[in-house]
């Protein structure tokens, strides 16, 4: 199984970016899969921002992103997107997906350890 996270870059203040994880390995495919986004931003520990539980459509953020991103799937082509909108310098991190077989209840959504499989990261860049 194999999680590979794309689509970072630098952005000014209040523009857009969309991540993608493509995801290969799952034989029952990605919709059967709790994805879960979480950055990084240096001196700071991983925090999950955004999530998707298996078999819904409907995002779950952190309040610090509420409104501004969104997870979206696309099972035919195996990938799961970040879409951030309205980003801020405090946005700044490498992001991360990661993928848990099966649904999860909401508490655990934040949890590193709710998790079995990580992508490599990509860095996100907001400059003011």
């Known amino acids: 199984v194999q999680l590979q996270a794309s689509g970072g870059g630098l952005v000014q203040a209040g523009g857009s970016l969309t991540l993608s994880c493509a995801v290969s390995?799952?034989?029952?495919?990605?919709?059967?899969?709790?994805i879960g986004w979480f950055r990084q931003a240096p001196g700071k520990e991983r925090e999950g921002v955004s999530f998707l539980r298996n078999s819904e459509s409907r995002t779950i953020n952190a309040d610090s992103v509420k409104g501004r991103f969104t997870v979206s799937r696309d099972n035919a082509k195996n990938t799961v997107y970040l879409q951030m909108n309205n980003l801020q310098p405090e946005d700044t991190a490498v992001y991360f997906c990661a993928a848990a077989k099966g649904r999860k209840i909401i508490s655990s959504l934040w949890a590193i350890g709710t998790y079995d499989y990580w992508g490599q990261g990509t860095q996100v860049t907001v400059s003011s």
């Open positions: 390995g799952f034989t029952d495919g990605i919709r059967t899969y709790t």
